[in-house]
């Protein structure tokens, strides 16, 4: 997939391009709805299906207190668009001077000028230009003033729910990771490198992959059965979200900061430093103070049992 960075960056002519703008984070069924409907049409004018997004999101840049947790920080969301069968994203750097721009402008000035768009696609609930002033109506009006077609695709609503990211972040809050599958159209993951850790699984005999913790959204605390996937090869496991309560406080006396710890079964390898991505597949339960670690294997190996039983 090529991936244009910046709108400056643009140096070759789209051809006969038919677009959709968002920031996509999710990139959940209702994204991929609107990337299908992009490929048919594009591929009808012979043209290109072009993704627009935008670097930073442009809540971090307008509200930076209430930016929320991404559910796919951008390298997860290139893959994801790749893998929904995308060629071209163009990456905008979103500023705040780029945040001043008109409705009329940002039509006139970036999708004429620089994209020569063909047509529009953009989903429900789509607002651009200064203060979000601009809306599906006001853009299919600018659009016909330069010969745009726009198309707007209808709320994607399953099992009484509508598709978006705001609801899929709720539920990945609350732990319900198998609802938050079936609007996502995949089980939620997390991507990230392996880093030492207390070693403490090693001595209970169920020795984890500790990962590097970013700013994406993680999953409610509490123990998940997951999949693995190293090296393009799939294992089934538990992960541990939170704080590990039966350790929550070190020799030194400092707090046990939050922590993404995954138990990989029939695992054996040296993955220090390797990238893993880990698939939420159900979550087991909360996270339990244990008086003994004793008591914590047992619980481990319980979790095992009903992971085995009812998921893998």
């Known amino acids: 997939m090529e991936i244009i960075f910046g709108i400056d960056h643009l140096n070759r ?5 038919v677009i959709t703008l968002g920031n996509f984070d999710g990139v959940h069924l209702g994204h991929q709805k ?3 409907r992009l490929k048919e049409e594009a591929l009808k004018i012979h043209g290109e299906a072009v993704v627009i997004t935008f670097e930073p999101h442009p809540r971090q840049v307008l509200s930076p207190k209430r930016y929320p947790p991404l559910l796919t920080p951008f390298r997860k969301k290139m893959m994801l668009i790749e893998n929904s069968g995308i060629e071209t994203v163009l990456c ?7 945040a001043e721009m008109s409705p009329l402008e940002f039509v006139r000035n970036v999708l004429v ?3 020569n768009a063909k047509k529009i696609i953009v989903g429900y609930n789509y607002h651009f230009g200064r203060g979000k002033s601009g809306d599906v109506e006001i853009l299919k009006n600018i659009c016909k003033l330069f010969n745009i077609g726009v198309e707007v695709m209808e709320a994607l609503t399953i099992e009484h729910t509508i598709v978006s990211s705001s609801k899929i ?3 990945i809050r609350g732990g319900e990771v198998e609802k938050a599958s079936k609007l996502l159209g995949r089980d939620y993951p997390i991507i990230g490198r392996v880093v030492m850790g207390s070693k403490r699984g090693h001595t209970l005999g169920f020795p984890t992959a500790n990962f590097e913790i970013s700013d994406e959204l993680y999953p409610k605390t509490g123990v998940y059965a997951v999949e693995v996937i190293w090296n393009q090869q799939v294992f089934n496991g538990l992960a541990n979200v ?8 070190t020799q030194e006396g400092k707090k046990e900061r939050f922590s993404l710890e995954v138990y990989i079964l029939n695992f054996n390898q ?3 430093g390797d990238e893993l991505q880990v698939n939420f597949k159900a979550r087991i339960r909360d996270e339990i103070r244990f008086d003994s670690p004793s008591d914590l294997i047992n619980q481990i190996q319980k979790d095992i049992r009903w992971a085995e ?3 893998f």
């Open 242 to 249: 939170g704080l590990n309560p039966t350790f929550a406080t």
């Open 92 to 98: 905008i750097e979103f500023s705040s001077a780029f």
């Open 34 to 36: 609107i990337f299908e």
């Open 270 to 272: 040296n993955i220090y």
């Open 113 to 115: 000028e620089k994209v």
């Open 309 to 311: 039983e009812n998921v």
């Open 13 to 17: 002519l789209f051809v006969n391009p």
């Open 169 to 171: 972040r709720e539920l």
